[in-house]
């Protein structure tokens, strides 16, 4: 078990966060705003706290426009239920220091994974989506979904009973390394995964642990990772993972895109025009995905002789500058970049984060920068930042989990748990 830097939390402000931009999916003030959006009930007051837009009962009554009394009443149900504390004394305007109030975090705790080809990263997070402890486990897909997340179920409640005594596990959150209809929640034609094609993971999830759960496409959760991790001051971001596979998450506008049916960002399929016209899952030919991947250049190392069993042996034998090895990758990061160019140009973000194993590997990054700068008008990068993630391994299991958290803590949902405990 390891210490890992936190997320930002209300008591844990980044000073480059501006507080409007605290919380995924609810818009920034100057596009719809707070003020507009604020209620008086106690989720919403509880959301105030939460995002940092609030410390105090004055500053609550003043944001939400209500009596003093009416935010004091909702405020002691709030700490009635363990949503909130007094920690002290704020500062003061002219006259008695306010009290300080603050999310409790309390012994509830959500279990977030990232499921991969052969392995899943799991990982406690409090009530402040602080990491509390995490683990790298050893799955098979081609055990078929029940298997893998009843193993997976199991795993999640015996680390949260390593992480700390007392500890509550209140919900499980996975994400899957394939499409997800966001509609049905449903894998659709994943492609290294037989077996789970069709199948509603969140309702296994459900049913397994009793708990509220979640799912999203891999790279959407390591994208939502990133943005949080850093502050969520970077209201457009194209975030890369290149591993086994390759797929792209999207932030828009500070809010995870993820399109219509939810494959927004898949450019695994993308067609090379030029390319090899090796087969892919999808049916076609020269596919990003079978030319550019983790899984495409161990193929064609073994191919060329090359003994290489997996994504650590490849990093590490470029490392140490196996000429092919360091060749096929600089080719993969300039086949993935091309079909980035198209993006970084159309999509115009301030930050083109990469990803996955491969990012690890500098000749794959200078293949991916080479073809960005080439390829894009200036005005797409002049002041674009293209770099490496900073969550690192951890970053699924973090946006997945922090997604989780959102459904929990949600307003209208605590609203509807107060009420329930007074009916």
Request: net charge negative; aromatic share 4%.
């Amino acid at each position: 078990m390891t210490a890992h830097p936190t997320f930002p939390s209300a008591s844990e402000p980044r000073t480059t966060a501006p507080l409007e931009r605290v919380v995924p999916g609810v818009p920034a003030r100057g596009r719809t705003g707070f003020t507009q959006a604020v209620g008086s009930s106690a989720g919403s007051l509880f959301h105030l706290i939460r995002t940092g837009q609030a410390t105090s009962r004055a500053e609550l009554a003043r944001l939400a426009g209500v009596s003093a009394s009416t935010v004091a009443m909702r405020v002691e149900e709030l700490i009635a239920a363990g949503y909130l504390e007094e920690t002290g004394k704020g500062e003061s305007t002219g006259g008695r220091k306010p009290r300080s109030l603050s999310l409790r975090v309390g012994n509830q705790v959500v279990v977030g994974i990232d499921l991969g080809e052969h392995h899943a990263s799991l990982g406690v997070l409090d009530r402040r989506a602080r990491l509390i402890a995490d683990s790298l486990e050893t799955v098979s897909l081609v055990d078929g979904p029940e298997a893998v997340v009843r193993q997976l179920v199991d795993r999640s409640r015996a680390l949260v009973a390593e992480a700390g005594e007392g500890l509550e596990l209140t919900g499980i959150a996975m994400g899957l390394p394939g499409p997800v209809d966001s509609r049905t929640g449903k894998l659709v034609a994943p492609s290294r995964m037989p077996g789970w094609n069709g199948v509603a993971v969140r309702e296994l999830l459900e049913a397994y642990s009793g708990l509220p759960a979640r799912v999203d496409n891999d790279a959407n959760i390591m994208a939502l990772g990133e943005y949080v991790y850093r502050g969520q001051d970077i209201d457009n971001m194209v975030f890369v993972k290149a591993g086994t596979g390759i797929g792209c998450g999207v932030i828009a506008s500070g809010e995870l895109h993820r399109g219509f049916r939810g494959i927004a960002g898949d450019i695994s399929h993308v067609s090379l025009s030029d390319a090899e016209p090796i087969p892919c899952s999808c049916g076609r030919l020269g596919c990003l995905d079978v030319i550019a991947s983790g899984s495409a250049i161990l193929d064609s190392l073994r191919e060329e002789g090359v003994e290489v069993e997996s994504m650590n042996e490849l990093i590490a034998i470029a490392r140490d500058a196996h000429p092919l090895a360091t060749r096929y990758l600089r080719d993969a990061g300039r086949r993935t970049g091309e079909v980035l160019a198209t993006i970084v140009n159309f999509f115009n973000p301030e930050a083109l984060v990469l990803g996955g194993k491969l990012s690890q590997s500098e000749a794959f990054v200078a293949g991916v920068r080479q073809a960005i700068y080439t390829q894009c008008l200036p005005m797409a990068t002049d002041f674009l930042d293209v770099s490496v993630s900073e969550v690192g391994w951890l970053g699924g299991v973090r946006g997945i989990g922090w997604a989780l958290l959102e459904e929990i803590v949600d307003p209208a949902r605590i609203d509807a748990e107060l009420r329930s405990a007074v009916s």
